[in-house]
């Protein structure tokens, strides 16, 4: 399955200027926090909807990645 942030939650967030995503291989469990999302207005958590294995994640985001 593909797990993202809607378009609303997207407008409301502004600009993101930094992502922290799970590496690929992560075991995520449902309802917890697997990386974060900041934004020129606020940071917010990113929750998984089920659990699962982490086995791709969006190369376009990882440039805003933190050493």
């Known amino acids: 399955m593909t797990v993202g942030i809607t378009n609303y ?3 409301q ?8 995503l799970p590496d690929v291989g992560k075991k995520l469990d449902v309802h917890k926090s697997f990386g974060v999302v900041e ?9 998984a ?6 086995v791709e ?3 376009a985001l990882m440039d805003n990645r933190r050493p």
């Open 9 to 11: 939650a997207a407008d």
């Open 13 to 20: 967030l502004g600009d993101v200027v930094f992502v922290e």
């Open 39 to 47: 934004a020129v207005k606020t940071v917010s958590d990113l929750y």
């Open 49 to 54: 909807p089920v659990s699962g294995e982490v």
């Open 57 to 59: 994640v969006n190369g």
